[in-house]
Each structure stands twice: as C-alpha cells, then as structure tokens.
C-alpha cells in the first residue's frame, strides 16, 4: 500500500509560479510511475505529467513548456513546477502512482494510488 501527500497548493496570480509536492510512504517509491492529475467540479481528472522509475516524464501539451514534473527517489517526493500560471489552471490537483509497466501512463486508469489532492486557484 502506498499513501500520497500532496502539498504546496495555494492562491496565486495569473503569471505566477507555484510548486506542488508529493510525499510518499512506502518502499516501492522506486518503482512506480509517478503522475500529476487535475480535476474541476463537474469535470473528469485529467492527465497533467507523469515520471516514469526510469526518469521517463510525458506532458500534456497545455503544460509543455509550463510545467516541469521531477522526482527524488531518495525522499520518496515527486514535485511539479507550475509557471506562468492561467486562471484556467484552477483545479484540485492529485499525485498518483502506478506500477511500473512497459508504456508511459498517462491515462488514470493505469494509476493504482491517489492522494487527496491539492487546490490551485490562478486569479486573474
């Protein structure tokens, strides 16, 4: 069993920069994909970043050249730098692992672990 705690959620202005973190409990850290998701009320939670055990990372393209996904597999934290921040970047956003696999997972279907999520609010 692996639990997810993210952090570093906030209020901030459009053009800004937040960073998100995710601790991780557990010894399989290592091994497991780790991803970055974002849901809005009413909508479906959808794919944001993902770091591969390997160092592997995929960004969907509204966050290439925005967001930066890493991970330090000696603090178990995988963390997403968010700059140039939009108002239509408000969500909750959740860290999730999945075991590792052959393909780069972006879909959450292939995602076994989620924290609670975190809010980002972008004013304009």
């Known amino acids: 069993q692996v639990q997810l705690v993210e952090s570093g959620g906030g209020l901030v202005q459009a053009g800004g920069s937040l960073r998100l973190s995710c601790a991780a409990s557990?010894?399989?850290?290592?091994?497991?994909?780790m991803g970055w998701f974002r849901q809005a009320p009413g909508k479906e939670r959808e794919f944001v970043a993902t770091i591969t055990s390997g160092g592997m990372t995929n960004t969907a393209d509204s966050a290439k050249g925005r967001f930066t996904i890493s991970r330090d597999n000696a603090k178990n934290t995988v963390a997403l730098q968010m700059n140039s921040l939009t108002p239509e970047d408000t969500d909750v956003y959740y860290c999730?692992?999945?075991?590792?696999?052959?393909?780069?997972?972006?879909?959450?279907?292939?995602?076994?672990?989620w924290g609670q999520g975190t809010q980002v609010t972008v004013s304009s």
């Open positions: 557990g010894r399989t850290f290592s091994r497991h994909a």
């Open positions: 999730a692992a999945a075991w590792a696999m052959t393909t780069i997972p972006i879909n959450r279907v292939q995602y076994d672990y």
